[in-house]
T-cell receptor
């Protein structure tokens, strides 16, 4: 696609439900990042992939959070048993080169609200 | 810390004036990037400066890098209302991930 596409753009869920956020990177981009951003703050690193390999997941807050990118393209960030503190904007970014060497292209984000 | 720390936290100027934002970091880097974010929307890459470069220009943007002082600056000349945004400077070292700070919030008034 022309840009990084994230879906859904808005998700409202009840506490305790699982949610899956999808990221479709720019075609051919090899690295993919997930960030979380609270209002008025900078993006907080969660995890990243080079191709299908998850290289670093040190930013995932706890084991309720997981991410995958099975075919090296689309990625899914899953949050199990959501809590109100999980409410935030979740942003995905991709890069045409291996992580660490080039610019990131960000999607518009998925805004998660946990009631 | 692996992140860039932007200074000042907030900056308010009139249209046509120049805006200067500073960035400091603590680790050795391969490159440093500047990003802009308008009104909570997606982040947009502005410029990348490598560790062996001292200055780089892109349109009305001028970025400097001083690796001895672990600092960078972003100058926006002849600012416009559309430049109103938050600006971030994540450095990139051997850990291969961009860590963002809180950013500088720039307000350009007509």
């Amino acid at each position: 696609g022309a840009g990084v596409s994230q879906s859904p753009r808005y998700k409202v869920t009840k506490r305790g439900q699982d949610v899956a956020l999808r990221c479709d990177p720019i075609s051919g981009h090899v690295s993919l990042y997930w960030y979380r951003q609270a209002l008025g703050q900078g993006p907080e690193f969660l995890t990243y992939f080079n191709y299908e390999a998850q290289q670093d997941k040190s930013g995932l807050p706890n084991d309720r959070f997981s991410a995958e990118r099975p075919e090296g393209s689309i990625s899914t960030l899953t949050i199990q048993r959501t809590e109100q503190r999980d409410s935030a904007m979740y942003r995905c970014a991709s890069s045409r080169v291996l992580a660490g060497t080039g610019e990131l292209f960000f999607g518009e984000g998925s805004r998660l609200t946990v009631l | 810390s692996q992140q860039g720390e932007e200074d000042p936290q907030a900056l308010s100027i009139q249209e046509g004036e120049n805006a200067t934002m500073n960035c400091s970091y603590k680790t050795s880097i391969n490159n440093l990037q500047w990003y802009r974010q308008n009104s909570g929307r997606g982040l947009v890459h502005l410029i990348l400066i490598r560790s062996n470069e001292r200055e780089k220009h892109s349109g009305r943007l001028r970025v400097t890098l001083d690796t001895s002082k672990k600092s960078s600056s972003l100058l926006i000349t002849a600012s416009r209302a559309a430049d109103t945004a938050s600006y971030f400077c994540p450095p990139l070292g051997g850990y291969n991930k961009l860590i963002f700070g809180a950013g500088t919030r720039l307000a350009v008034h007509p």
